[in-house]
């Protein structure tokens, strides 16, 4: 027999998706609702009676084992005909083990093998048709982590799906689930207390109850929503029990052609035109957060999991990566990244293919990291490519991994615009946690910056990312321009003045006047004389550094007024041609902002 351990995992409480209690492995109940069916199907014995499983066995009969207590067997070259089948359920009843998986046709073959399993409390799978055992190894184990981490179970509110599905709820109005193509419930909203009966039964269920479902087939229901390009509304069912029901509005989750799954409304009554709009759109965000689960085999999906936790702080998460108590650096790569006003309207097929790009992204660049830096390990969290890197020796790491990104890049130019981050060299999962949020502030700065630069190291883009996140607390208090370079503003403003331009010009050339005319096109005495003015205006002194300082700060914090400021000028230079003939007919205008070069230097 081959053994693949099987890790033991935190039991769930269903309580906002948070893992409570302490840890074990999960039960085999869990791992079959987790499968579902079109992997796994149940042919004897009670899932909820099992032992919890503790480890995978492909069991050889040519090299027969003990059965170990709590294993899955996986019996990858049994036949009916063979007494071997018998003596292998005897033995695996006697050591209590989790499971017995068979193939279909030793299953429909050994009737009597089958009965004395049942017998026995043996539980019994069969593997349907179309799965590989090498597929099957791969999902056990996935499925096992997975059913006891919360984004299978009950995610938190805050996440994923839930946090969609609540925020449909709010646009709608009306209780939401978020199924999968098989019916299985992947989320669902608040405010379910409005719904009916089915709905609980589904949520408590985790998945639309067989008769109701029936009956949904049968009214041809489930064919209209895959059908319809918008969304389906459904008069209220009537149950054999006459329980009271309410009407669904339903709308087909989609990534190009590729059906994915189903939103559920419970509606009072009709749905008003927004409101199938609000679903129709809400249903691209949806798939586009499907896939990014779904799109993916599920050792990467495990991998993307594990990643996210290691970025998140979890020690743990480190250990299984096979990085806990080395050294690492975070690598963000990001492509463009569209505004959920850009995604509104995104046909389902485009948010597919920007899924595919990223996962492709992450392939390329596993494998130009692999070869400078072993163990390396690479994934698409959060729509954005992440690279946990080993970092032995720090600097020269940190340096080789930029070289390596630069290249990389370079070679990207040809698609959608990447930008690299690269964070600090950390030597705990706290400190990997400070590494993904440098990496992710110089990922912002680049992508933030005119420039062509599409890699940085955190630390050399400090004082940028710090100008990034001032104008953004600025911007949240709804703060502007003041003091000195307000009154500049205005001066500019209210004369088609240039006085703002000219301490740019002034400040940026660390108050050399030469340079500084140049740049602004006067000569230097006008320039000198401009600079009394704007003493003048603005109120302050230009030997005072602190003055200086808070002017230069000022100009970066609010270059979007410096921007209207241009875009006023440009058009009142427009409209001046139009003008000058009235402005002649009319009383001179006072001209303070007109400037000669005066004779003697300031």
């Known amino acids: ?349 485009t948010l597919a293919r920007r899924v595919r790009e990223r996962e492709r992204t992450a392939s390329a660049l596993r494998v130009e990291l692999a070869g400078t830096t072993p163990g390396t390990v690479v994934a698409v969290v959060n729509d954005q490519v992440y690279a946990l890197v080993p970092a032995r020796r720090a600097d020269e790491t940190a340096t080789q991994v930029e070289q390596t990104c630069r290249v990389f890049a370079q070679q990207h130019q040809a698609g959608e615009p990447l930008r690299i981050g690269i964070g600090r060299v950390a030597g705990s999962a706290a400190g990997v946690r400070l590494s993904r949020a440098d990496a992710d502030r110089a990922v912002r700065v680049l992508q933030d910056a005119d420039g062509g630069r599409c890699v940085a190291k955190a630390f050399d883009v400090e004082v940028e990312a710090l100008l990034i996140e001032a104008r953004e607390l600025v911007a949240l208090r709804g703060r502007g321009p003041s003091g000195a370079l307000a009154r500049l503003l205005a001066y500019d403003d209210a004369r088609n003045a240039t006085m703002v331009e000219t301490l740019r010009a002034w400040l940026d050339a660390q108050g050399d006047v030469v340079p500084a005319a140049e740049q602004t096109h006067v000569h230097e005495n006008t320039f000198r004389y401009r600079l009394r003015r704007i003493s003048e205006i603005g109120g302050f002194d230009l030997e005072d550094a602190d003055a200086r300082f808070a002017l230069d700060l000022q100009l970066r914090l609010f270059p979007q007024a410096q921007h209207d400021q241009a875009q006023h000028d440009q058009a009142r230079h427009d409209q001046a041609p139009h003008d000058q003939a009235s402005n002649r007919r009319k009383t001179r205008p006072r001209t303070p902002s007109v400037e000669y070069p005066s004779s003697t230097p300031a």
């Open 1 to 349: 027999m081959r053994y693949m351990p099987l890790r033991a995992q935190p039991t769930l409480a269903l309580s906002a998706g948070r893992v409570l209690g302490s840890p074990r492995a999960a039960s085999l109940a869990q791992i079959l609702e987790h499968l579902g069916t079109t992997v796994l199907e149940l042919v004897s014995g009670d899932p909820d009676l099992a032992d919890p499983p503790r480890e995978v066995v492909f069991f050889d009969p040519s090299d027969p084992a003990p059965v170990p207590r709590g294993a899955i067997l996986i019996g990858t070259g049994l036949r009916s005909t063979e007494d071997g089948l018998g003596r292998l359920i005897r033995a695996a009843a006697t050591a209590r083990a989790a499971a017995l998986i068979l193939p279909a046709a030793v299953v429909s073959d050994s009737p009597e093998a089958i009965r004395a399993a049942d017998e026995a409390g043996l539980v019994v799978l069969s593997l349907s048709a179309g799965t590989t055992w090498q597929q099957l190894s791969a999902l056990l184990e996935s499925a096992v982590r997975d059913t006891v981490r919360p984004v299978a179970v009950v995610p938190s509110r805050g996440e994923g799906l839930f946090r969609l599905a609540n925020a449909i709820c709010t646009l709608i109005d009306a209780p939401v689930t978020i199924e999968d193509r098989n019916a299985a419930v992947l989320a669902f909203s608040d405010r379910q207390e409005e719904a009916d009966f089915i709905r609980i039964d589904c949520i408590l269920g985790r998945r639309t109850i067989e008769p109701y479902l029936r009956v949904d087939e049968d009214r041809g229901a489930v064919r209209a929503i895959r059908r319809s390009p918008v969304p389906v509304y459904l008069d209220a069912v009537r149950m054999d029990d006459a329980r009271p029901t309410l009407p669904r509005l339903a709308m087909a989750i989609r990534a190009g052609d590729e059906f994915l799954g189903t939103i559920w409304a419970v509606v009072p009554g009709p749905p008003t035109p927004e409101q199938e709009q609000l679903l129709l759109e809400a249903s691209r965000a949806v798939a586009l957060q499907m896939l990014r689960s779904l799109g993916t085999d599920p050792e990467q999906r495990t991998t993307s999991e594990l990643v996210a936790a290691a970025l998140a702080g979890d020690g743990e998460a480190l250990t299984r990566l096979g990085l806990a108590g080395t050294p690492c650096l975070v690598l963000a790569a990001a492509l463009a990244q569209p505004s959920s006003a850009e995604l509104v309207g995104t046909p389902s097929g």
